[in-house]
């Protein structure tokens, strides 16, 4: 196949891959649709690229402005994975630096193709598009992904050996005879060049997919796991989990208790101040609760205004002293909504299982009821049953 039917397919291919990432990408949820957008704007700007090599073949445009133009419209298609990227990941970048890349390389090559410094055109050009692939590595490699997550530490390696690549490009003048003056010209690094392109093309466009559907999957592990306002776990995850710690606690022949948790007078934070304002109050509770229980302790939110708190291996004694150091904690977190401050409270039932049968509907039952007691006494305060 001669290069020239090579970069009509790889136009096709990049445009078509490009048009159907932008058919499907609406139904996603926000942050992968605006992924998906920028990956697909990126492929067709890398399909702009190619073609514009089989237009000037077909002398279709004058060559200097097909060698300038596909190289900034390749490194802007490169830095729009680095978008997609950090788009998915729900990061912020800076877009005023990356348009500044952008622009820069469309100066340089303009600059250079006038000036007729073409191996000077060639180093800037590998050493911008070397950058970019680094920093979609280092994007890609960054630890914060949840661990697991292979599928980021693969495309990242890719982006780092095609990233080295490049560079080996920027310093070809210092290793080769002759260095390179057109993007035809024909030498190993050329060849290594070309064929790491080639490569992170269709590979890179596997692993973004893949990348999307691991998002996907996230996603929709989040939603089905977590309460969306509060992001703790919600009623039916947490049943789930306490489950499985009655077996252990029944197996290990160890207490386990429960907390049901309700914030006092909550109609009176909505009816005063607002549905957002009881939203907020809702979360500020919630993250109290998180700062002040033990990492292996079960925190959800059952329903409206009701919190549980599944605490394994703690007898009805230190499960009070819990309940009363977060009811403590809820009283003196503040919580300003507005710049007015909001008093919170909240009455806590406590139950223990100390012996057969462990079973969490009985735990479930004997909270509740000592929760009624606290509330019937007054409220902000803890009982035990
Ligand atoms: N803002 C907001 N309010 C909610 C949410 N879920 C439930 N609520 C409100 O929580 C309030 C619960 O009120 P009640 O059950 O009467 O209890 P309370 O006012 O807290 O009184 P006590 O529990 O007896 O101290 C209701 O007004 C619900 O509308 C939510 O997700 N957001």
């Given at each position: ?125 590998s050493v911008l598009a070397a950058a970019v692939f680094f920093m979609i590595a280092h994007a890609l490699l960054r630890p914060d992904p949840p661990s697991g997550r292979s599928i980021y530490r693969v ?180 919580f300003l909504y507005g710049g007015e401050a909001i008093p919170l409270t909240v009455s806590i039932g406590v139950a223990c299982i100390e012996g057969p049968p462990y079973d969490l509907s009985l735990l ?22």
């Open positions: 196949m001669d290069p020239y039917t090579f970069y009509t397919l790889l136009t096709l291919a990049s445009v078509g891959k490009a048009g159907m990432i932008l058919l499907v990408a609406p139904q996603y949820p926000g942050r992968i649709t605006r992924g998906m957008y920028a990956w697909a704007l990126g492929g067709l700007m890398m399909g702009m690229n190619f073609a514009l090599f089989v237009l000037t073949a077909r002398s279709l445009v004058p060559e200097p402005v097909a060698l300038g133009g596909a190289v900034t419209l390749g490194i802007g298609g490169t830095l729009l994975v680095f978008v997609a990227v950090q788009e998915l990941r729900e990061r912020v970048y800076s877009k005023f630096a990356l348009l500044g890349v952008f622009v820069f390389a469309a100066v340089a090559n303009a600059y250079t193709l006038h000036a007729g410094h073409d191996g000077l055109r060639i180093s800037v050009n495309t990242g390696f890719l982006a780092l050996a095609i990233s080295m690549v490049l560079a080996i490009r920027a310093v070809s003048p210092l290793i080769l005879d002759s260095p390179i003056v057109h993007p035809m010209d024909e030498n190993w690094v050329q060849q290594l060049t070309y064929s790491a392109i080639l490569v992170g093309n269709v590979l890179g466009s596997l692993c973004f997919g893949l990348i999307v559907a691991e998002e996907l999957n996230a996603e929709l592990h989040q939603l089905a796991s977590f309460d969306s306002l509060t992001r703790i776990y919600n009623r039916r995850v947490f049943e789930n989990l306490a489950t499985d710690e009655l077996l252990r606690a029944r197996t290990k022949r160890v207490p386990v208790s429960l907390l049901m948790i309700d914030i006092d007078h909550f109609k009176q934070v909505n009816d005063r101040h607002g549905h957002a304002a009881g939203d907020a109050a809702l979360v500020r509770v919630a993250e109290t609760m998180e700062e002040s229980l033990r990492h292996r302790d079960l925190l959800c939110r059952y329903g409206g205004e009701e919190f549980g708190v599944l605490l394994p291996a703690t007898a009805r004694a230190q499960a009070l002293r819990i309940a009363e150091r977060l009811r403590l904690a809820t009283m003196h977190a503040g479930k039952h004997d909270a509740d009821r000592a929760l009624y007691v606290a509330k019937q006494a007054g409220r902000n305060r803890v009982a035990v049953v």
